[in-house]
């Protein structure tokens, strides 16, 4: 037996998400997405991230030209009913609400009407397809930029197709990076996982965010708290959660 068997590896002390404050990435409301699907399941994943640290969410709901046709008002009326239900529970969070926007062939329209759900200092969440780039993404987060909207790009760390170079070029365009918490425990794939920790070590992580859809994220989520990767975000002082 080696001489060094004896000894064991010293375990990283737990760190929930209080030190956020602030989860910007769900999907809470009942029945308008991938996400929770009735009021039950909504007020089980609220209470389960307050539990996990957080006290402030801004949950997201997709908006897709050609599935998930969400409008502000539908996702304003959602959010309003499960604000409601936390009320007489007497559950003491702060509930917001923004959207998660798909960039599709619709999006230049979206612009045009400017007509999106925005957090904090007109903070503006947008996705990518996980195949390829957008055509003219370029264009679009210019027009954005000059609606006066402050870009922040979905779990970047999950388009494989991007490299470190790829994501300096965003950033230096003034789109901010918001990683999923899930992508440093391995949840989405090795790959992912990789493409997360170089994003860290990098210093491009504006905003994290949940992501949370169901009760597995949640339990997914628990294993953040002993991981060297979240341990070096939560201290982070480039982090914005912190400050909304």
């Given at each position: 037996?080696?001489?060094?068997?004896?000894?064991?590896?010293?375990?990283?002390?737990?760190?929930?998400?209080?030190?956020?404050?602030?989860?910007?990435?769900?999907?809470?409301?009942?029945?308008?997405?991938?996400?929770?699907?009735?009021?039950?399941?909504?007020?089980?994943?609220?209470?389960?991230?307050?539990?996990?640290?957080?006290?402030?969410?801004?949950?997201?709901?997709?908006?897709?030209?050609?599935?998930?046709?969400?409008?502000?008002?539908?996702?304003?009326?959602?959010?309003?009913?499960?604000?409601?239900?936390?009320?007489?529970?007497?559950?003491?969070?702060?509930?917001?609400?923004?959207?998660?926007?798909?960039?599709?062939?619709?999006?230049?329209?979206?612009?045009?009407?400017?007509?999106?759900?925005?957090?904090?200092?007109?903070?503006?969440?947008?996705?990518?397809?996980?195949?390829?780039?957008?055509?003219?993404?370029?264009?679009?987060?210019?027009?954005?930029?000059?609606?006066?909207?402050?870009?922040?790009?979905?779990?970047?760390?999950?388009?494989?197709?991007y490299g470190l170079q790829d994501y300096e070029r965003l950033t230096n365009k003034g789109?901010?990076?918001?990683?999923?918490?899930?992508?440093?425990?391995?949840?989405?794939?090795?790959?992912?996982?990789?493409?997360?920790?170089?994003?860290?070590?990098?210093?491009?992580?504006?905003?994290?965010?949940?992501?949370?859809?169901?009760?597995?994220?949640?339990?997914?989520?628990?294993?953040?708290?002993?991981?060297?990767?979240?341990?070096?975000?939560?201290v982070s002082e480039k982090l914005l959660n912190k400050i909304l």
């Amino acid at each position: 037996m080696s001489w060094f068997s004896g000894f064991k590896k010293k375990e990283l002390e737990s760190i929930d998400f209080s030190v956020l404050k602030t989860d910007i990435h769900s999907h809470l409301i009942p029945g308008i997405d991938d996400g929770a699907q009735n009021l039950e399941e909504s007020l089980d994943l609220v209470c389960a991230l307050q539990e996990l640290g957080f006290s402030k969410i801004i949950t997201t709901p997709h908006t897709m030209s050609d599935f998930y046709k969400n409008t502000p008002e539908i996702i304003i009326s959602g959010r309003a009913d499960v604000q409601n239900a936390l009320d007489k529970l007497n559950i003491d969070l702060e509930f917001g609400a923004a959207s998660e926007y798909y960039v599709d062939f619709d999006f230049q329209k979206k612009i045009e009407k400017k007509k999106f759900l925005t957090f904090g200092s007109k903070y503006l969440l947008i996705e990518f397809p996980f195949i390829d780039e957008p055509i003219n993404i370029d264009e679009t987060i210019f027009n954005l930029q000059l609606a006066g909207y402050n870009v922040v790009l979905a779990h970047p760390e999950r388009y494989l197709y991007y490299g470190l170079q790829d994501y300096e070029r965003l950033t230096n365009k003034g789109v901010l990076l918001q990683l999923n918490l899930l992508s440093i425990t391995g949840y989405y794939s090795p790959e992912v996982k990789k493409q997360a920790e170089k994003l860290i070590n990098a210093d491009l992580v504006s905003f994290v965010g949940t992501d949370c859809h169901n009760m597995r994220h949640i339990e997914n989520l628990k294993l953040c708290f002993t991981n060297p990767l979240w341990h070096k975000l939560s201290v982070s002082e480039k982090l914005l959660n912190k400050i909304l």
